[in-house]
């Protein structure tokens, strides 16, 4: 999924081949991972669509079906894995999710530890953020849940970025190999404050921390256990509005008094005139409107920063 | 400085000579890029100290303006734990947390005693002004002021903190190092100077980064006007690999000075080039004949560190501004072109021009308020490898809107969509957690995709 391996990086050369991770897409709310093997092929409701017919296309192609219907080929980025990815868990978003990587200053070369791993959706992108040279270090307590996240981590190409663990980092707190080395940790956890002393033993000089909590209890008790060791203790909630986009085909009419002036107008009078004094002018613009549904609560995002006592 | 010693700088937790800083003076009152030096000096209220004692610090340190020692004012480490008198320190504007059972209604204190007639204070400005001379600490005046407060006592204790806030930031101000990175910068600028920053605000930043899928090795496209802040931002993700390429429409390369208040190493500096668009869109094999005079690199063309600091400044001069009343307030930097940051911005290499046309970037970030949104994205849309993903930015909407309605009429992107960020910051308090009662109501908008084949 990123380019660890240069060669790899998606170009007007690179083709897709066999054993490639591709996400199919069918519509922007339907898309799915499919990894191409030579004599597979995909069934959707647009028909059968062979996989030998993609190796050797560029990423990006419309590919066909014996039907003739179509998707696209699109080369996964941890964005579109969010949207692919199976659901063990509730997973982050694409806005809390950037939101997090920007405020915990995660840069190329930074360790991060994470827990829980949950389905793995934010690890992708934190991978992204720390290579090629950092490394995310994520825990969940779930056996299978740890399992499939390494399967899937595996899968599209990130096992040298990401390390799953099973612990239960509430109970037992991080692992002491890391004290002291992490620039940065994430909780996702139910009860976040029984992990914040152990993060903040784990934590590089001004290292930072975020607690992803969906309830404002939880943002509560975590920062009163942060007060004692952290400072810049910040609770924040991001949310995303989409628009659509169409173009509308509008109507002006005018009451046609004084024929002459109209000349100047560039619509044609397409309908005619449908009355002997009314004339219409059929209009089209591009119109935008926010989208009549939305998330609206995901979770809330509390960040500190390591308190420097110099 | 080798190379090697400055890539281990710009991931440094310790300031050194010649580094960027951001200082947040008195809980984000003022917020001053400098950069450290021997001769540099901070203005606070009419004091200037030296920024000397902030060379070697970790970032994070808090230091305290001291004005007892008879050489002059001078910043000294404070300790947030360690002063007895400052122990209930408010954080951010809050107060701490309190001990469980001092809850907000058990308190039987209450304002209706209290008479705004300009009389509780019994300690004149001369008396002040007698203590500093006989070298009292900023701290001492603060509990001279309280101590001869008529209604001191009578004030509820958050109201007793929120007094001894205001005689703090007045008489002990106090100076946070931050660390200049993506965050920080665009935060800084938000607050202070957003126009400078086309308003982008730091949650659109990010998704701009994630939308554009910005990671290492990427080669990245970008139309920034935006101060730099961008380009910046990308170089930052980039970490030294990759490039960035930082376009403009005509002659001239937009103004790129705000790369050089982040910390990036020279590795991380010659990854941001630059190149005209029309370089970019000329076939691959001529050759420019007579190349255009090329404005060049940061340096040579922008303004210095220095304005980029006093444009700061002036932004600054709010009501709220604890001391700017007190006098006109500057930062100089005298040392400055010993420290000069690494050149970032060199024109593009032929040979990188070339590889490019050959493979395509990865994505493209356009933050361009004054180009035209479509004809900027249907000339450099193609310049992107396929299947990759773009963010463009915009504070308005219809220009998106109409962007997004020709990509679909052209079958040149799909998986388009346009989305408003919404940011909102929450105090957390014991029994008194409410959302910010002011907040910022607009960030920008993105129009996001994936650039597909030309079929």
Redesign the interface.
């Known amino acids: 999924m ?3 391996d ?1 060669t790899r ?6 083709l897709i081949s066999n054993g490639d991770l591709v996400i199919v ?1 069918e519509r ?1 709310d339907n898309m799915k991972a499919v990894t191409v093997s030579e004599g597979s092929v995909l069934q959707n409701r647009f028909g059968v669509f062979k996989h030998s017919d993609w190796i050797g296309k ?5 590919v066909f079906s014996n039907k003739g219907g179509f998707v ?4 996964p ?3 579109l894995w969010t949207l692919v990815l199976s659901h063990r868990t509730q997973i982050l978003y ?2 809390d ?3 997090v ?3 915990l ?1 995660i ?3 930074c360790v991060v530890l994470e827990s829980g791993t949950g389905s793995g959706s934010l690890s992708t ?1 934190l991978a ?2 720390v ?3 950092g490394h995310v270090y994520t825990f969940d307590f779930h056996e299978q849940r740890a399992g499939s996240a390494r399967d899937d981590f595996e899968r599209i190409g990130l096992s040298s970025l990401v390390t799953v663990g099973l612990r239960d980092i509430q109970g037992e707190g991080f692992p002491e190999e890391f004290v002291g080395l992490a620039d940065a940790v994430f909780l996702d956890l139910p009860q976040p404050w029984l992990a914040i002393p152990s993060a903040a033993k784990m934590l ?3 290292g930072t921390l975020c607690s992803f909590s969906p309830c ?1 209890e939880q ?2 008790r975590s ?2 256990t942060l ?1 004692s060791n952290f ?13 659509e ?1 169409r ?1 509308v085909k509008t109507e002006s009419s005018e009451i046609n008094g004084n024929g002459g002036s109209n000349v100047s107008l560039p619509c044609k009078r397409r309908h005619g005139s449908d009355g002997a004094n009314v004339v219409s002018y059929p209009n089209s613009s ?3 409107r ?1 989208c009549g549904e939305a998330r609206g609560h995901t979770g ?1 995002l ?1 960040f500190a ?6 | 400085m080798s190379s090697t010693e400055n890539i281990n700088k710009s991931s440094s937790r310790i300031t050194w000579e010649g580094c960027s800083v951001l200082l947040d003076i008195n809980d984000g009152d003022r917020l001053v890029f400098a950069r450290l030096s021997p001769a540099a000096k901070l203005k606070i209220g009419n004091k200037n100290c030296s920024l000397q004692p902030l060379i070697g610090c970790p970032f994070g340190t808090v230091f305290q303006l001291d004005t007892s020692d008879s050489d002059g004012p001078f910043l000294s480490p404070f300790q947030p734990k360690g002063d007895v008198n400052n122990t209930d320190e408010i954080k951010d504007g809050h107060f701490q947390a309190e001990s469980k059972d001092d809850q907000p209604n058990s308190e039987s204190k209450d304002n209706r005693s209290l008479i705004d007639n300009n009389t509780a204070q019994s300690l004149t400005g001369e008396d002040i002004e007698d203590m500093r001379r006989q070298g009292a600490k900023g701290n001492e005046i603060i509990e001279a002021l309280i101590a001869n407060s008529a209604t001191f006592d009578k004030k509820t204790s958050f109201s007793q903190e929120k007094y001894r806030l205001k005689k703090q930031k007045k008489y002990a101000p106090r100076v946070l190092i931050r660390r200049p990175v993506a965050r920080s910068i665009c935060e800084a600028y938000f607050k202070k100077y957003p126009l400078k920053i086309g308003f982008l605000r730091v949650d659109t930043l990010s998704l701009l980064l994630s939308m554009a899928n910005v990671s290492s090795n990427s080669d990245i496209l970008v139309v920034d006007m935006v101060g730099g802040l961008l380009t910046g931002a990308v170089a930052e993700r980039l970490g030294g690999t990759g490039f960035v390429c930082n376009s403009y429409l005509g002659q001239t390369p937009h103004s790129m000075d705000i790369v050089r208040i982040f910390n990036l190493s020279d590795e991380i500096c010659k990854r941001i080039v630059r190149s005209s668009i029309s370089d970019l869109l000329s076939p691959k094999e001529s050759r420019p004949q007579n190349p255009k005079q090329d404005v060049g690199s940061v340096e040579s063309q922008s303004i210095d560190q220095m304005s980029v600091s006093v444009s700061m400044e002036e932004a600054s001069h709010s009501p709220e501004n604890g001391i700017s009343d007190i006098g006109a307030e500057n930062t100089t930097f005298p040392a400055l072109k010993a420290y000069k940051a690494t050149k970032a911005g060199e024109k593009a290499s032929q040979e990188i021009l070339d590889s490019w046309k050959e493979n395509g970037f990865s994505s493209l970030i356009i933050a361009a308020p004054d180009l035209d949104t479509w004809t900027v994205v249907r000339d450099l849309l193609p310049l992107l490898s396929n299947s990759a993903p773009f963010a463009i930015y915009h504070q308005y909407l219809q220009p998106l809107a109409t962007c997004m309605h020709n990509l679909q009429l052209e079958k040149m992107a799909i998986g388009l969509q346009i989305t408003e960020p919404w940011l909102r910051e929450y105090q957390v308090l014991p029994s008194r957690t409410h959302p910010h009662m002011q907040m910022s109501a607009f960030g920008g908008y993105i129009l996001s995709g994936t650039k597909i084949c030309s079929s």
Do not use: W
């Open positions: 990123l380019t660890i240069t990086k998606i170009s007007f050369n690179r897409y922007h560029s990423f990006g192609s419309k696209y080929l699109l080369a980025t941890p964005e694409i806005a999710i950037s939101f990587v920007m405020y200053e840069v190329p070369g992108s992204r953020a290579a090629p040279k590089r000089h001004d404002i943002v509560q920062c009163e007060q400072t810049d203790i910040r609770t924040f909630e991001v949310l995303l509005r989409t628009y986009v173009e591009v119109m935008a926010p809330y509390t920063r390591l308190q420097c006592l110099s």
